[in-house]
């Protein structure tokens, strides 16, 4: 069982936005603003989306967006496009510089 | 352009060992902190461990605590895992990452390990 909590799938029309939230505790999530999204698609590596609960990495579309509210940090993305349909991961720094990882969402566009 | 390899992987019998490599090239390696993270096939992502851009600081995930040593050639451009005592449970793809101290930025494309009797 993960330590950070997603919802296993969530699905979206071309266009439209989706949220994906990743819930832990005062100790990961809630504690550092150290939390990162990552997109992997099926038989790829991940790929870094986010990082610091909203910065995006250079080359990343503005379609995608971090945010976080206490212990809950949530990624966006808007204008759906067929390519976004992938597995979705949080991460956050749990401190002593180790990581945890949210179990995965996977976004099906519609 | 970042590129990280992996090799080492393979089939290996509960209680072997094996040696990961991950071959970096495209940044300055020695700047940099790296990590491993394994992912179980079909299913979620697990960092396992990560160490400093010397090799005098690292960490490891409680499952793998004191059978799995990372360390860094930074003369090589290359990072290492050292398993032992492997289990079952430690089947999986490993991935080599790049990042800091808070961030993994760019992933290599994993090895497999695979552990059976």
């Known amino acids: 069982q993960s330590a950070l909590t997603q919802p296993r799938s969530v699905s979206g029309s071309p266009g439209q936005s989706v949220t994906i939230s990743c819930t832990g505790t005062s100790s990961d999530v809630g504690g550092y603003n150290y939390v990162s999204w990552y997109q992997q698609h099926p038989g790829k590596a991940p790929k870094l989306m986010i990082y610091?609960?909203?910065k995006r990495p250079s080359g990343v579309p503005d379609r995608f967006s971090g945010s976080k509210s206490g212990n809950t940090a949530s990624l966006t993305i808007s204008g759906l496009q067929a390519e976004d349909e992938a597995d979705y991961y949080c991460c956050s720094f749990v401190g002593s510089y180790t990581f945890d990882f949210g179990g995965g969402t996977k976004l099906t566009v519609l | 352009e970042v590129q990280l390899v992996e090799s080492g992987g393979g089939l290996v019998q509960p209680g072997g060992s094996l040696r990961l490599s991950c071959a970096a090239s495209g940044f300055s390696f020695s700047n940099y902190w790296m990590h491993w993270v394994r992912q179980v096939p079909g299913k979620g992502l697990v960092w396992v461990s990560r160490?400093?851009?010397?090799?005098?600081?690292?960490s490891y995930a409680d499952s793998v605590k004191g059978r799995f040593t990372i360390s860094r050639d930074n003369a090589k451009n290359t990072l290492y895992l050292q398993m032992n005592s492997l289990r079952v449970e430690d089947t999986a793809v490993y991935y080599c990452?790049?990042?800091?101290?808070?961030?993994?930025?760019?992933w290599g494309q994993g090895t497999l390990v695979t552990v059976s009797s």
């Open positions: 990452t790049k990042g800091g101290a808070t961030v993994l930025d760019n």
């Open positions: 610091d609960v909203s």
């Open positions: 160490i400093n851009t010397d090799g005098s600081s690292t």
